[in-house]
Each structure stands twice: as structure tokens, then as C-alpha cells.
């Protein structure tokens, strides 16, 4: 295994794998990479080099007792770039994964990155005058509070975080191997993760992405992100390319793979 020490000591569990021009991906909230990224890697890693991380409090990486928020992984996140030494990374996240581009953005402009891959992101989940792409299609703030307390009671709640992710969900049998996995990022991480996604708004950032820039998106029976979101993002980044997954919901990477993989590998060595 192999592991890097951050500044405040915390483990992070990361691998590295293939050779090429290097592919960064960071996952959504609660899956390790090695999960999340199970259909991925192998064939990434024939044309790429390839770097996944577990975020802090999840999977293998250290569960500190604080730490949980977008800016902090974008400082991990950074810390990983330096320390692993890393140059004109592809840089790509899904949901979570995507808000701490866009904060790494905010704090550390470019350092290292060559091109963005925004994955099935979500700019600002609840509803907001003049916004039309709320989580759900819907989703008020007091729905959002409301989850967040039901969390705190029990962690039935976040069962249904996986279920509405795919077009198609997966066997039963899958699907109990995911909440498995989810298992193992304390529930308290997640609340705090939550709570901070619920109060983020990176609207405003889309236009100012300084890096060529693909926006990824599935557009069959999408029950997390209903609304053309994708293309909106795509509309306020000129130059972006969009690139539509219609056989698949929120998990792209997983419902259409052979698709992800080459347009991933395309974007990164073009």
C-alpha cells in the first residue's frame, strides 16, 4: 500500500499506475477510489498515468476528528500534486470530488493542472432565485437541513445517497456491497462534508475555469442532477467541450465505462 503523510499528519492512501500524460480523478463522497474507480482504472491506465486517492475519512486514508470540508480537501489535494510531484495533470472529479476542483481553483488557480474534467458536478444543490438546476430538480434549503438532522439520528438516511445515482441500479448484491463501502467513512465526516456541500456555490467559478475544460454528464433517467446542468456549465465556459452520457444517470463512469474511458484518455492526450 502506499500512503502519503500530509502537513497535519494524516494519511492518505493513494495508488499510481500506467504511464502517460498524468490523470488525476477524485471521487464522490463516501466510496473509496478503488471502488468508485473499479471500472476505470485498468483501461486508463493503458494510455495514462493514473492517480487515485482516498479523501480524508475515507476508506484507507486517515479519519482525523475535524477536517471535513471542501477547502481542506482542496489543500489535500494540493499537498498530493506537490508531494507526488505531478506537472500538466488532467485533473477529475464526480460531485464532491468536483467542488474541491473548483475550491482548488478559488485558492491555487492552475498550479500543475493542465485540463479540467467536471463529472456529473453539482455548482450549487439547493434552489435559489433565478436558478434552475437544483439537486432533484427541486431541492429548498429546509429539505436540505432536514436530511442533515435525520443523519444525526441514524444513518438510514444515507442509504438512499446511492440509490437514485444510476439510470439503472445495480444488483441487490451490488448495491449492499456499496452501502458496505460507504460504511467506511464515519458518519459524523459525512454530516460535516454535507453541511458544507449544502452551503457551497461555485456558480460564479464556472466562467473563470483557466484550463481547457470537459463537462461529463448522464441524460437518461438522471434522478440526482434531472436538469440539462451540464450544458448550462458547458454555455458559461466558451471553448468547453461537452460530451453526454445518455445511456446513463449520475454514475457515467460506471454505467457507460468503455465510453467514460475513451473520451477521459481522448481529452487528456489531445
Not at 143 to 165: E, H, M, T
Not at 244 to 265: A, I, M, Q
Amino acid at each position: 500500500m502506499a500512503y502519503l503523510s500530509l502537513s497535519d499528519e494524516t494519511p492518505i492512501y493513494f495508488t499510481d499506475e500506467g504511464k502517460g500524460k498524468t490523470i488525476v480523478l477524485l471521487q464522490g463522497l463516501m466510496l473509496t477510489a478503488g471502488y468508485f474507480w473499479q471500472k476505470n482504472r485498468t483501461e486508463i491506465a493503458k494510455t495514462n498515468r493514473l492517480i487515485t486517492f482516498d479523501h480524508r475519512g475515507h476508506g484507507l486514508s486517515g479519519k482525523p476528528l475535524n477536517g471535513h470540508t471542501i477547502k481542506q480537501g482542496a489543500m489535500d489535494l494540493k499537498e498530493v500534486l506537490d508531494k507526488l510531484d505531478l506537472k500538466d495533470v488532467t485533473l477529475g472529479g464526480v460531485a464532491y470530488g468536483a467542488m474541491v476542483m473548483f475550491e482548488y481553483l478559488r485558492h491555487f488557480g492552475p498550479h500543475r493542472l493542465a485540463k479540467l474534467a467536471v463529472i456529473e458536478a453539482q455548482v450549487r444543490l439547493t434552489n435559489a432565485a433565478g436558478w434552475d438546476h437544483p439537486t432533484f430538480g427541486n431541492f429548498p434549503a429546509e429539505a436540505g437541513a432536514g436530511f442533515v438532522a435525520g443523519c444525526r439520528q441514524s444513518r438510514a438516511p444515507l442509504k438512499g445517497f446511492l440509490g437514485g445515482a444510476f439510470s439503472t441500479p445495480p444488483s441487490a448484491d451490488v448495491m449492499n456491497e456499496m452501502q458496505n463501502e460507504t460504511w467506511l467513512t464515519p458518519t459524523g465526516a459525512v454530516i460535516e462534508y454535507i453541511e458544507d456541500m449544502l452551503a457551497a456555490d461555485y456558480r460564479a467559478d464556472v466562467a473563470k475555469v483557466p484550463v481547457p475544460t470537459v463537462f461529463m454528464y448522464g441524460r437518461n433517467n438522471n434522478m440526482t442532477l434531472p436538469t440539462e446542468l451540464g450544458r448550462w456549465m458547458h454555455g458559461q465556459l466558451p471553448g468547453s467541450k461537452f460530451v453526454s452520457f445518455d445511456k446513463s444517470g449520475h454514475s457515467v463512469f460506471w454505467e457507460e465505462p468503455e465510453k467514460f474511458n475513451r473520451e477521459l484518455t481522448a481529452f487528456a492526450n489531445g
